[in-house]
């Protein structure tokens, strides 16, 4: 079965930056499409970003556009997401996802579209 292990999270001051991987060992992820969500305590999961696996399609929440940037580098099976301008509202256990759903347009960032989760990575905004 597939297992994804996001790493990268940690504690960082408001307007920084942190790179968010998903790598998965054993099976390769080019198959797969990537969905990064968050979950911040007292709220529901989020979907944040998705690529496509050719990497052909991306998607962002209307909240990190422009901020965050998701990447794949299947030589590497890791899938990435740059943060920058990092506000207290990121704040949250962010989790990688992977589904072998073709979308044919924008991926799309529901939870319940994907079947493989990671444990997930704590990213904390504070000053």
């Known amino acids: 079965q597939l297992q994804l292990v996001e790493s990268g999270g940690g504690v960082v001051q408001p307007g920084g930056s942190l790179r968010l991987s998903c790598a998965a060992s054993?099976?390769?992820?080019?198959?797969?499409?990537i969905g990064w969500f968050r979950q911040a305590p007292g709220k529901e999961r989020e979907g944040v970003s998705c690529?496509?696996?050719?990497?052909?399609?991306?998607n962002y929440v209307d909240s990190v556009k422009g901020r965050f940037t998701i990447s794949r580098d299947n030589a590497k099976n890791t899938v990435y997401l740059q943060m920058n301008s990092l506000k207290t509202a990121d704040s949250a256990v962010y989790y990688c996802a992977a589904t072998k759903i073709r979308f044919f347009g924008p991926c799309v960032l529901s939870s319940r579209l994907y079947n493989y989760w990671g444990q997930g990575t704590q990213v904390t905004v504070s000053s």
């Open positions: 054993e099976f390769t992820l080019d198959y797969y499409a």
């Open positions: 690529i496509s696996s050719s990497g052909g399609s991306i």
